[in-house]
T-cell receptor
Framework: ELKVEQNPLFLSMQEGKNYTIYCNYSTTSDRLYWYRQDPGKSLESLFVLLSNGAVKQEGRLMASLDTKARLSTLHITAAVHDLSATYFCAVESNTGNQFYFGTGTSLTVIP | NAGVTQTPKFQVLKTGQSMTLQCAQDMNHNSMYWYRQDPGMGLRLIYYSASEGTTDKGEVPNGYNVSRLNKREFSLRLESAAPSQTSVYFC????????????FGPGTRLTVT
């Protein structure tokens, strides 16, 4: 069974600061997804990373994938309050169509 | 497009009662999924349907059954609810387009007393 670990689980940061969320997984996979969830809401897709070395950026968020290290990072640049949410990574099994989620990182950006 | 819809939004059951959670998507996706979300545990896959007419177990299938009624609809049934099934349930759908990027429904909050 594929295991996915995220850290940190909780992150409180000041506006304007930079930080990185890490997502490690236990077995080979070439596809990784990042989602955002606001309190009481559903999940919204942020990034789809499809190969080793993939890097995607949207606004203040940048995600990368290193399949050899089995590691993805979500980097936050100059955080703003609107980024406060829970962020999940999800790894797709190489057998296809099964997804394993990390436990999530609850991010609070303090003005 | 409504995307992925789920009914009901909230439900309270007594132990031993049964119910069916409904999910529908209007994006012509082939694959559909049921997840449960518990505090501190992320989302865990209960069942999925790779295409119409097929269903497969995920990580935590015990106590649940599913039906892929047609391409649009995928239902989740609890035959005899238990307090351990108190959770938020999400349905999702996807189709192959260089990836299986998933689109999630709004969720059903279920409490079993």
């Amino acid at each position: 069974e594929l295991k996915v670990e995220q850290n940190p689980l909780f992150l409180s940061m000041q506006e304007g600061k930079n930080y990185t969320i890490y997502c490690n997984y236990s077995t080979t996979s070439d596809r990784l997804y990042w989602y955002r969830q606001d309190p009481g809401k559903s999940l919204e897709s942020l990034f789809v990373l499809l190969s080793n070395g993939a890097v995607k950026q949207e606004g203040r968020l940048m995600a990368s994938l290193d399949t050899k290290a089995r590691l993805s990072t979500l980097h936050i640049t100059a955080a703003v309050h609107d980024l406060s949410a829970t962020y999940f990574c999800a790894v797709e099994s190489n057998t296809g169509n099964q997804f394993y989620f990390g436990t999530g990182t609850s991010l609070t950006v303090i003005p | 497009n409504a995307g992925v819809t789920q009914t009901p939004k909230f439900q309270v059951l007594k132990t031993g009662q049964s119910m069916t959670l409904q999910c529908a998507q209007d994006m012509n996706h082939n694959s559909m999924y049921w997840y449960r979300q518990d505090p501190g545990m992320g989302l865990r896959l209960i069942y999925y349907s790779a295409s119409e007419g097929t269903t497969d177990k995920g990580e935590v299938p015990n106590g649940y059954n599913v039906s892929r009624l047609n391409k649009r609809e995928f239902s989740l049934r609890l035959e005899s609810a238990a307090p351990s099934q108190t959770s938020v349930y999400f349905c999702a759908s996807s189709t192959w387009d260089l990836s299986y990027e998933q689109y999630f429904g709004p969720g059903t909050r279920l409490t079993v007393t």
